[in-house]
């Protein structure tokens, strides 16, 4: 138990970065104390997910070239770790080129709604202990709130260019988002159901404490399993990425909504749709991962956001993955899976979780939501795949 | 002085949407309307309310209001709009519908009782509310969406049907 010696030294560090903006605050007249503290909590989420931004894109196009067998990008700095400096300095200095017909305001607006919405999903995300910008009452409503806002952003870019690939583009994003949007909240439902608030900060202390070495994370039951899995699938969706990214399917409709647009708005795009990504992964955290808890009991001394992040990190490394591994999917078979599989599976989930809090022993509730959860998944699958016919593909060339 | 603002935005965002000649931009004034009631709501300490009306109505309604526009219109031209006869009846009853709801507002106990207690609502509280004294009315509205959403349905396949 040496490691609980210096009590004091891990609470400084899992609460330097609170006390820190708490003594700058206290060096502000009193009538400017609030703002200042908004404003600085504002700047270190911009400037922290900003930089995570850039962080991943590296990593990503280092991932998926191993995952291809190429290199990636490794001339910029050693290994190539300075590929978003560059990035960075060629869409700022790029020419912002309008299309003679594109609707000059609504493209204009486009990506700036874009970026404020996805940086807004942040103020509810608690990221560490007492490190959360806004803990209000309906927290969990006003992310989803936001994030719908991002769709209305979509269709002004994809309206507005006046490109038909442009338009494609956003129809398609916005038919997916709408499907993948309600699974993506039956998802949460289930964890609100379960933690009663829609606070995330009170949803995170729910799940607080330890049975054994093991913690109270959501996830770790059957409902919250299944709820994590129907949440990250939607996610993945929501933020349009591979095996999801039809909106932006580069081969058939060039870059899809964001066609038109190049320079820095190009790169607001797609900082806009990391931080959306970001932001969905954090709630994720939150929900059903224990937002800022350590993953077993004797880890407790690290800093509470060293978890967050390390969270955080390994579910896009799980998102850089899934891009490399899985093949894009077609528009009805996006649209089947998103109606007949998850939607009726997010309602099951729903039932389970309200079982798993009423019944009262142990040992029944875990066998009877496993039952309902397992049982309506492998039921379903094999009920939508009945019609298939499922046969192993034979190549007829280079034998 | 907040309320001021956004009392602007909202009203100035429904001009918009009557007087823009371009559907797609009224949508979008639309839209602005809507985010300025959801944050005069917000300035009344209805925070349930308020997020709930951007998710319904920004995130819903006007994406709806969009799909329709774009399913059934060319939206590239902007609408031309003659002025004629049936101007002054729709006049004539947009006035009397204001006068009635001016009436019957003015006439309310609400608006004359001079400080009302700020009632200190909890997410928490309506969904006691709704789950517990309203159960059966919720359950009635979702019955009818539910009823109106296979309505649509049967009619979609139907039409589907006829094109074969």
Not at chain 1, 88 to 100: H, Q, R, Y
Not at chain 1, 169 to 194: D, K, N, P
Not at chain 2, 130 to 139: D, F, G, R, T, V
């Amino acid at each position: 138990m040496t490691l609980f010696a210096s009590n004091s030294a891990v609470e400084t560090a899992d609460q330097f970065f609170v006390l820190a903006e708490r003594w700058i605050v206290a060096h502000v007249p009193g009538t400017a104390r609030a703002l200042v503290a908004d404003v600085i909590s504002a700047v270190a989420l911009l400037a922290v997910f900003a930089s995570l931004f850039a962080m991943t894109t590296v990593l990503e196009r280092k991932g998926l070239g191993r995952i291809q067998n190429r290199y990636g990008p490794n001339r910029v700095g050693p290994f190539g770790i300075l590929q978003p400096l560059a990035d960075g300095i060629k869409s700022l200095t790029k020419e912002d080129i309008v299309p003679l017909a594109a609707d000059r305001w609504v493209h204009y607006f486009a990506p700036l709604v874009l970026v404020v919405a996805a940086f807004s999903m942040y103020a509810v995300l608690p990221i560490g202990r007492n490190m959360v910008l806004a803990n209000m009452d309906a927290g969990v409503l006003f992310f989803f709130a936001v994030s719908s806002v991002m769709e209305v952003s979509i269709f002004m870019a994809g309206w507005s260019s006046k490109n038909k690939y442009s338009l494609l583009g956003a129809m398609r994003a916005i038919a997916q988002m709408i499907s993948y949007e309600v699974t993506l909240i039956l998802a949460a439902v289930t964890v609100v159901m379960a933690a009663g608030s829609l606070s995330t900060v009170t949803i995170v202390e729910k799940q607080a404490g330890y049975t054994g070495i093991l913690p109270h994370w959501f996830v770790l039951t059957p409902w919250g399993f299944a709820g994590f899995v129907l949440f990250m699938i939607a996610a993945t969706a929501e933020a349009n990425r591979s095996p999801f990214d039809l909106p932006e399917g580069e081969s058939e409709i060039i870059a899809g909504y964001f066609t038109e647009y190049s320079g820095f708005k190009f790169a607001l795009f797609f900082l806009g749709e990391y931080i959306g990504m970001f932001a969905m992964s954090g709630l994720g955290i939150t929900l059903f991962l224990g937002g800022w808890t350590a993953p077993l009991s004797f880890l407790t001394w690290v800093p509470s956001y060293l978890w967050f992040f390390a969270k955080l990190l390994f579910l896009i490394a799980m998102f850089i993955w899934i891009r490399g591994t899985l093949p894009r999917l077609r528009m009805d078979q996006l649209m089947n899976f998103a109606w007949k599989f998850l939607l009726p599976l997010a309602l099951i989930d729903l039932v389970a979780a309200g079982l798993w809090r009423f019944l009262p022993n142990e040992a029944v509730r875990w066998i009877v939501c496993s039952v309902l959860v397992v049982g309506s998944y492998v039921l379903l699958g094999r009920g939508l795949a009945r019609g298939w016919k499922l046969e192993k593909r034979v190549y007829r060339f280079a034998e | 002085m907040l309320f001021t603002i956004f009392a602007i935005v909202t009203v100035a965002g429904a001009t918009a949407v009557i007087c823009l000649r371009n559907l797609v931009h009224s949508v979008l004034a639309l839209i602005v309307t809507f985010a300025g009631l959801a944050v005069v709501y917000l300035l009344l300490g209805a925070q349930f309310v308020g997020f709930a009306q951007v998710l319904v109505y920004i995130g819903a309604v006007a994406i709806l209001i969009v799909f329709a526009i774009l399913l059934t219109r060319n939206t590239g031209a902007d609408v031309r709009v003659s002025i004629d006869d049936s101007w002054v009846w729709s006049g004539v009853v947009v006035a009397g519908v204001f006068a009635v709801l001016a009436w019957a507002i003015y006439h309310s106990s609400v608006s004359h009782s001079a400080t009302l207690a700020q009632p200190a609502t909890t997410t928490q509280q309506i969904g006691n509310a709704l789950m517990q004294q309203y159960a059966l009315p919720l359950e009635v509205i979702g019955l009818l969406l539910t009823a109106a959403l296979i309505g649509a349905v049967t009619i979609a396949l139907r039409e589907q049907k006829e094109a074969r």
